[in-house]
């Protein structure tokens, strides 16, 4: 999101409003059996949260790092770009580590040991030794702990896509256009741990979505470039996301009632998301060429205080994301060992999103006491600024 490097007036509430909404989304879907994910975004195309998880997290990394290679040089950029990588790396570790904890709580609790297979901590418990190591340089992958390493690694490489996206944006989109490409016809994956598995959100693939979304934010001169290709696409991308909408609803329909057809459900399922099969990238893209004329910044509903606890998560999406992860792994216990009735998975999603939101107010209230005139002024730093609304 746009930082204290902008003046508030260039705050666009667009991204920490769809990044909140994301977020909500993400920890419904992570409770397994919850007929509640029937109505997340994954209900209205063939993407979820995930896409604009990482869409938004370019956007707003070539925004905001953009301007600080344009104003202190690539350099100082790239340090920036690394030290924010450096913070979420910490995160996922100390996540990785409270939701082993927690899985381990509730294996003895319940007295399951099926939930280590399921959660896919087992091979931690039996070679913590190697677990530990794999973790550490992000192989070992948990259930829920995905995403994150993806989003680290593409950091990690970022200051070169902004060399590049400085000189011309092509210079950064065709060769990670190719990289994908090959990923898709050749089936490339990324090993992860243990042996015989794969990066849930294969990063060869997913660079494409980012580069893509950093392509769309980079400098603020681009924003003619992007009314003139919204202007260009708009009716194909309207097409397109009535169609996607027709058909994913009535896979939905389907799912809650046998009866109703599932239009092309054996010609297209499944739709490979661990190497963002090209349909999921379609799809969504549409969306997001529509998203500029139909919800421009200065939307109304944006400002209302029914959409102020989405975009206070989106704002804070770091601290949001880790505790939505341990949000869902506690709803699918409860939800398993207590009762998965109607009543408990309306609780279980209203108790999760309500702690979400509350979590995200607390933090902006204590942002704010902070950055009171009777603190000192530190001077404004892109990597800070990103983490206030530029994260993941």
């Excluded at 994910?37 to 209205?44: G, H, K």
């Excluded at 920036?80 to 609790?109: C, D, K, M, N, P």
């Excluded at 404004?380 to 990103?386: G, H, K, L, R, S």
Aim: glycine share 6%; hydrophobic share 55%.
């Amino acid at each position: 999101m746009p930082s204290a490097l902008l003046p508030p007036a260039q705050r666009d509430p667009r991204l920490d409003f769809f990044r909140g909404l994301a977020l909500i989304c993400i920890f419904i879907d992570h409770i397994p059996e919850d007929y509640v994910n029937y109505f997340t975004l994954s209900a209205i195309g063939f993407f979820d949260a995930a896409e604009v998880f990482i869409f938004i997290s370019g956007f707003t990394a070539a925004l905001v790092y953009g301007r600080a290679m344009a104003a202190r040089g690539l350099l100082i950029a790239t340090l920036q770009v690394w030290r924010r990588a450096w913070q979420l790396y910490v995160a996922h570790i100390f996540l990785f580590v409270i939701f082993i904890a927690e899985v381990s709580y509730s294996v003895r609790t319940f007295n399951n040991p099926m939930y280590n297979d399921e959660m896919g901590v087992g091979d931690f418990l039996e070679h913590p030794h190697i677990a530990v190591i794999q973790a550490l340089v992000l192989q070992f992958q948990p259930t829920y702990l995905d995403i994150l390493p993806v989003y680290i690694v593409l950091l990690l490489i970022f200051p070169v896509v902004l060399a590049c996206l400085r000189r011309h944006p092509a210079i950064a989109l065709v060769p990670s256009g190719l990289v994908y490409l090959g990923v898709q016809l050749f089936g490339v994956d990324m090993p992860a741990y243990p042996p015989g598995s794969v990066w849930t959100f294969n990063p060869l693939a997913w660079q494409f979505l980012f580069v893509l979304g950093a392509a769309l934010g980079h400098g603020e001169t681009g924003a003619p470039n992007r009314r003139r290709v919204v202007d260009a696409v708009f009716w194909p991308a309207v097409a397109i996301a009535l169609i996607s909408l027709v058909i994913r609803l009535s896979w939905t329909i389907h799912g809650l009632w046998e009866a109703f057809p599932a239009l092309l459900l054996r010609a297209l399922w499944p739709i490979n998301k661990s190497s963002l099969a090209p349909l999921r990238v379609i799809s969504f893209f549409a969306v997001v060429m529509l998203v500029p004329r139909l919800v421009p910044p200065q939307a109304a509903f944006l400002r209302r205080p029914a959409s102020l606890p989405l975009v206070l998560c989106g704002r804070h999406s770091l601290e949001i994301f880790c505790l939505s992860i341990l949000l869902s792994a506690l709803g699918h216990f409860l939800m398993a060992e207590v009762s998965a009735g109607f009543a408990m998975q309306i609780a279980v999603n209203l108790v999760g999103v309500l702690a979400m939101c509350l979590t995200a107010g607390m933090l902006d209230w204590y942002r704010a006491v902070q950055r009171t005139p009777s603190a000192p002024t530190a001077r404004a730093d892109p990597a800070v600024a990103e983490g206030s609304g530029g994260g993941e």
